[in-house]
């Protein structure tokens, strides 16, 4: 009788405690994921804005006489070019860099209007609905069925290629994304309880949208922010690949991608390094924003 009585504990209790144990580690080990992403993704916009105070080479010098040497791994290159050169003697790893700051600091910037254009046109049409809301969502619709290279080849055509006209080009091809978020978003918040107490307590439009709406949708939006900067650099990489985009001789990633592609069986690395920053920026940005989702969504916790 003695030995049936002495339970360690109950099924409930038993349960509990390791759940508990296990909802935190995991919140653990996304935060470490999220601080480590966001510790890499900050070295590389660091390595790119301190380029002209790094000891390298001017990414626009030429020196035919070391043309296309190769990487510094090789029998014939050297430390002074670790990425070798390309086909007018230019430094890779400057050029790297320096494509580095233009591609980061379009990306933000681009994406920092298009989702103040965004959340603006998709608080006013979600708060606000009818024919204003109509109308600004069919907007948004016919931006969203417009071919993007159709859209950026003319308004390059009638504003010329520059970088200015690029962040121009980026904010009006991808703020439609973040108006639709928050469009269904606050559809939701508005017919919460604490806006019909604000709005009893005679708070006008205004106000209920800035002080109770908005911040509420701060996580969705964090999260298409950051996930929107890596699509960002991919469209700002194409259209400069194009010819639409960064004008030479400032260089570019997607430049460089269209100065090596000639290039690749007897000078592999033009096209490779460029390539590879694009993809190792979008994997930490994507990666990032998925680690944001997962912090900030309460369901998941």
Do not use: C
């Amino acid at each position: 009788m003695l030995e049936r009585s002495a339970t360690p504990m109950t099924p409930a209790v038993k349960a509990a405690e390791p759940r508990g144990r296990k909802r935190l580690s995991k919140r653990q080990r996304r935060l470490m994921t999220v601080w480590v992403l966001t510790a890499t993704m900050f070295a590389l916009i660091g390595a790119s804005l301190l380029a002209p105070v790094l000891p390298i080479r001017d990414p626009t010098a030429i020196s035919l006489r070391d043309r296309l040497a190769p990487p510094a791994w090789y029998a014939e290159g050297t430390l002074a070019e670790p990425l070798g050169t390309d086909h007018l003697g230019r430094s890779v790893l400057s050029r790297l860099l320096y494509a580095g700051r233009i591609s980061i600091v379009v990306a933000l910037l681009a994406v920092t209007g298009s989702m103040m254009l965004g959340v603006g046109i998709g608080l006013i049409a979600g708060y606000y609905q009818g024919p204003l809301g109509l109308v600004l969502m069919r907007v948004a619709d016919i931006m969203q069925s417009l071919p993007f290279l159709a859209l950026a080849i003319t308004i390059v055509a009638v504003l010329g290629p520059s970088i200015p006209v690029l962040i121009i080009i980026l904010v009006v091809g991808r703020w439609v994304p973040f108006a639709r978020v928050v469009y269904g978003q606050v559809l939701s918040l508005k017919s919460q309880d604490f806006v019909d107490s604000a709005r009893a307590l005679g708070a006008g439009d205004a106000r209920i949208a800035a002080r109770h709406i908005l911040p509420n949708l701060g996580a969705s939006v964090i999260v298409l922010w950051t996930v929107s900067v890596g699509q960002i650099i991919v469209a700002e990489s194409s259209l400069s690949f194009l010819g639409l985009g960064v004008p030479p001789p400032i260089p570019s990633w997607g430049g460089m991608l269209a100065d090596g592609r000639s290039s690749l069986a007897s000078a592999w690395w033009l096209a490779t390094f460029p390539g590879l920053a694009i993809m190792l920026v979008v994997l930490l940005a994507n990666g990032l924003g998925d680690a944001l989702r997962d912090v900030l969504d309460r369901r998941s916790v």
